[in-house]
């Protein structure tokens, strides 16, 4: 894996990470990228999570490849820390529900601030609650919950190795 934060720019105030990880499961897929945005004071920089709904369509033959298609997001967490904080702050982390493709407001929680890899955790181990509160329970999937919740370490492992890309500005020199 790359040992440097390389970006691309993707608007006027933000940038996304080359380098990506995805679980795919039968109804969801999950992302994970690394993504920088400016704010009013300061910058905002770590990984976003993202699920959505996966689809796929099958080829003519079953020796075809099969097309996969992410769409309709269902839920993202941001776990940014700010340029301008304590070392190792996580104090922009939040979430958002979607309407449509919009993310809608931030959330923000005390124990995703305190440590985002152990409440990403909690939330992957129960995906009809994070259906719920997305305001989605209509996208249950009882195979795929369980699914997701074995995969629940394998996913915030990977989340957890991309933020290790993320420098700390406030840390001082290595």
């Known amino acids: 894996m790359s040992t440097t934060l390389e970006l691309r720019s993707v ?25 920088s945005e400016q704010a009013g004071d300061g910058r905002e920089t770590g990984v976003r ?3 959505q709904r996966l689809d796929e369509q099958p080829g003519a033959s079953e020796y075809d490849a099969v097309e996969l298609r992410l769409h309709d997001p269902i839920f993202r967490a941001d776990l940014f820390r700010i340029d301008t904080g304590a070392a190792g702050n996580f104090d922009r982390a939040h979430y958002h529900r979607f309407e449509g493709r919009f993310p809608g407001d931030r959330f923000f929680d005390p124990a995703l601030s305190s440590d985002p890899l152990a409440w990403l955790a909690a939330r992957l181990s129960d995906l009809d609650a994070m259906l719920e509160a997305a305001g ?14 074995e995969a629940a370490p394998a996913i915030v492992a990977a989340v957890a190795d991309l933020m290790s890309l993320i420098p700390d500005p406030s840390a001082g020199p290595a």
Request: cysteine-free; hydrophobic content about 45%.
């Open 136 to 149: 989605r329970p209509e996208l249950r999937h009882a195979p795929d919950a369980r699914r997701v919740a």
């Open 11 to 35: 608007g006027e105030v933000s940038s996304a990470g080359y380098l990506r990880r995805a679980f795919l499961f039968e109804t969801v897929g999950i992302t994970a990228q690394l993504w």
């Open 49 to 51: 999570v993202e699920m």
